[in-house]
């Protein structure tokens, strides 16, 4: 290329289209690259055929796999003290490869009845038009799911903390029970975190997690991840998410992989700021009830306090009087506080339930959950505290 002269257009259009790398220098980045290629070039077909069958190291296509979500992988894997992870497309796209690959037609699946929104969806619309029956139990009852067990009872599905009213799971009896039957245990860990909760450690069979959410932390990448105690579950969990394509893009994973970095101290964060701002609701006038693993007044805190670790998290919920018009003036009164339905960003978001997530239950099942009109989730940001309890008071102030 050193010899083209510029004035050879017949050159230049030869050179221009054909791939080029430059010579490696001594140095390497302190970045991890971003690499968008979807192919590889194998240097033969011996050298490709030993990399199919395992023997050498290599990527071939991107949907089968590439470097920066093996790097992402790796790195939750480090959180989760587990191995072999694989990174999706989105988080339902880790729970849709867990559930089907490791279930088939006849099998029966029990879910958490507070599992995300879309978790319920599958395993209520999806999975029984393959003939999979699922029926969903609540978790802080192990004997309710222990009720709940057929003989062709092959997984259960559940969330530590559940959505949108934290409460706890009760994971010992659950974790025994499905050892004790036989039955695998997946755990969406994605509200509790690897901080709080580590499944496999625990003794569940398999850990999932909306990486789109608190590990990312930015709300700028969808991506999921799933991994399994047994190689032979992680096999046909990876090679049902390949087939059907459930990849993850390489600059979706570069850019979670920058956020993961800082995960741990935002974490910290967000959790002490949670914390101030569940007292200060608590002690609102305007303020009906707060929902915080952390306050000696939630249902579950002795299950919090010997699960979680210390580890309450940065998600908390309250109720306000005065139903849709109260939560509207609320709302609009506190433009600086985000009202979105998402969770796990830098910022502190505030979602209303009634009107998104749980908008498609009856008023009265909405209700039996303690999901009213003047109910919120937040989800608390790091931000300066002050800056944060004074917003806070002044969206209430406004009610
Ligand atoms: C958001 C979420 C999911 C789904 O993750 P996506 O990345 O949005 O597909 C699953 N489980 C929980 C607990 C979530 O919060």
Redesign the pocket.
Known sequence: MADNHPNQPETLVETLVRRASLPEGVSRPLVTPLQPSVVYASPSPDVLDAQYSGEVPGYTYAREGHPNADLLALKIDMLEQARGGLITG????A?TAVLMSLLKSGDHVIGGNQL?G??LRLMTRELPRYGIGADLIDPTDAAAIAAAIRPETKLILV?VIS?PTLRIADMKAIVALAQGRGILLAV?N??ATPLAYRPLQAGADIVIH?V??LLAGHSDV???YATARQAEHRTAIREFAVTTGLTPSPYECWLAERGLYTFPLRRDRAEANARQLADMLADHPSVARVIYPGRADHPDRARARTLLQGRDGNMLSFEIRGGRAAANQLVKSAPQLVFAPT?GDVGTVVAHPASSSHRALTPEARTALGITEGFFRVSVGIEEVDLLISDFKEALRAV
Do not use: W
């Open positions: 989105s988080g339902m796209a729970i995300y879309r978790s969330e959505n969406d994605t509200f909306s789109t959410k969808t991506l999921g969770l």
